[in-house]
């Protein structure tokens, strides 16, 4: 009311469904802001499917080992019904406020949670689609603080991102018997699900007038990933697992990121236009060396000092810097000449 500059504002839609959404914002306006918002969503895949296997929406399948020669030797009777259905909620809040001489700020938070189930395909003796369970969290922050006047801007910011992955394996019993030719089956598959890991970012832009037709601008960025989660046991089958053939307990993994990029922009002359510019960037992957020694179908048997099964992990870092000269002149009327 009145010059009053303050502001609320809620709004919902879908409510009362599985997929629904509601948002709340306030603030006053030209000082500061706030606001939160809550996506919930919702998706089935089938609601028809049939699996073999007990525990489905665990992260370990069971059934009888060894029991089928194929899939056309199901049994009808045997097979289990389960809805394939994911749910994510998205939880999105945010702060924002004008200070004093220029300055602004602003900070966002977000959390995606998805759980449920996905199909997924294994091999051993019989390709079969299975549902592997979703236990996963991903949150990201994001701030920055930015200064601009008519002459000069300058932005600082930092970004952090984490993904957490409660579940780390997924086991299957195989239920198909071995026949010629191939001689044995393995009882128990295995597969690693996604690993947690974290991003941090420390980045700065800005832009200088030098005159009035030269510009100086710049870019700054660096960049931390990292990966460390815990190796699964080699083999979850017999005397395999027992298998020392893993060189570390985890990948250790470390990516560091950097660029640095400027750019002059300016009109020497009449109908001239100019650019010069560098640019640094350097991707340097950290991550250990080693030598990952591997038993083919979880055979000891014929690999336990079989150094052909050596392999190493080949962590690429790359190096590359570029200088930019390009220039223009208009050499009549809708005529220009380029070069660079």
């Known amino acids: 009311a009145g010059n009053d500059t303050q502001f609320w504002r809620v709004y919902g839609a879908n409510l009362g469904l599985g997929s629904r959404k509601l948002q709340a914002e306030g603030g006053v306006q030209g000082k500061w802001g706030v606001t939160f918002s809550l996506d919930q969503l919702k998706k089935s895949q089938t609601d028809s499917a049939a699996f073999l296997h007990g525990g489905l929406g665990t ?39 004008e200070l ?47 200064y601009a006047t008519k002459v000069a801007q300058l932005q600082l910011g930092y970004t952090y991102s984490k993904f957490d992955n409660s579940l780390h394996q997924f086991d299957v019993q195989n239920p198909f018997s071995a026949t010629a030719p191939v001689p044995s089956a393995i009882p128990t598959l295995r597969m690693s699900l996604a690993p947690s890991n974290d991003f941090h970012q420390f980045n700065a832009n800005g832009g200088y007038n030098i005159s009035k037709v030269s510009r100086l601008t710049g870019k700054f960025s660096y960049g931390i990933a990292r990966q460390n989660e815990n190796f699964l046991a080699y083999s979850a089958n017999g005397a395999a697992a027992n298998l020392n053939l893993l060189p570390r307990s985890s990948l250790d993994g470390k990516v560091i990121n950097t660029l640095l990029d400027f750019a ?28 990952f020694r591997y038993a083919n179908r979880d055979d000891p048997a014929i690999n336990a000092v079989n150094s052909s099964r050596d392999r190493y992990n080949a962590p690429v870092s790359t190096t590359e810097q570029r200088v930019l000269a390009e220039a223009d002149y208009q050499i009549a009327d809708r005529t220009t000449l380029r070069a660079g």
């Open 59 to 97: 992260s370990t399948l069971t059934t009888t080992p060894g029991a089928f020669a194929n899939a056309a030797a199901v049994p009808p009777a045997r097979l289990q019904p389960f809805e394939i259905k994911q749910g994510r909620d998205v939880y999105r809040m945010g702060l924002n406020g």
């Open 264 to 291: 002059l922009t300016t009109k020497p002359i009449d109908k001239m236009n100019l650019k010069l510019g560098y640019q640094y960037r350097d991707n340097d992957n950290r991550t250990p060396i080693a030598n």
């Open 100 to 146: 004093a001489n220029g300055w602004a700020y602003k900070v966002s938070f977000r959390e995606d949670q998805s759980d449920g189930t996905r199909l997924t395909g294994l091999y051993q003796l019989r390709a079969m689609v299975v549902p592997y369970p979703i236990d996963e969290r991903t949150r990201q922050i994001e701030a920055t603080l930015s």
